[in-house]
């Protein structure tokens, strides 16, 4: 849950991460978390809202993309507003732009599954902040720094471009 301030559309945690001592790789970040978040509307053919976590501790960034009008995107089981689907879920090692929305370095790694929910008033096609509560599950093949799960939670997260 967010339980820092927020500034310019990013929220802060404070929270730790489960970290593998042995192989000093995260392997789950179900608990607790040092993260901060934004989000961001972007207007186009297809409306889109961008949802970014910059994870502290393990120096890594999750990234949920919002489509509007939704298709059908299993197999994330992420409730959303009405109309509104998950276009894309995926992580990236490295913090650099994260925030920013610069594309995430590569690789990034998509979650395997996905489930949660994402909420907002209805205030019309763009939310002025969001809230959401998701779980999300990765398979890290070679890539040791890919945790097996990453936890999502932000209350009231500002959403740029629609202030």
């Given at each position: 849950m967010s339980t820092?301030?927020?500034?310019t559309g990013v929220?802060?945690?404070?929270?730790?991460?489960?970290?593998d001592t042995d192989t000093g790789t995260t392997s789950d970040t179900d608990g607790p978390e040092d993260a901060d978040y934004a989000a961001r509307f972007v207007a186009g053919g297809l409306d889109r809202?961008?949802?970014?976590?910059?994870e502290k501790i393990s120096?890594?960034?999750?990234?949920?993309a919002l489509v509007w009008p939704a298709f059908d995107n299993e197999p994330y089981m992420i409730t959303t507003p009405e109309e509104w689907g998950i276009e894309h879920?995926?992580?990236a090692?490295?913090?650099a732009g994260c925030l920013e929305f610069?594309?995430?370095?590569p690789p990034a790694v998509a979650a395997n599954a996905g489930a949660g929910t994402i909420t907002w008033l209805d205030q019309g096609l763009c939310p002025p902040t969001l809230s959401l509560n998701v779980t999300l599950e990765f398979t890290a093949g070679d890539l040791l720094w890919v945790p097996t799960k990453d936890q999502l939670t932000a209350l009231d997260l500002p959403v740029e471009n629609c202030q």
């Open positions: 820092g301030t927020s500034t929220t802060s945690t404070d929270t730790d991460t489960d970290t809202v961008f949802i970014r976590k910059a120096a890594l960034c999750t990234e949920i879920v995926s992580i090692e490295g913090l610069q594309p995430l370095d």
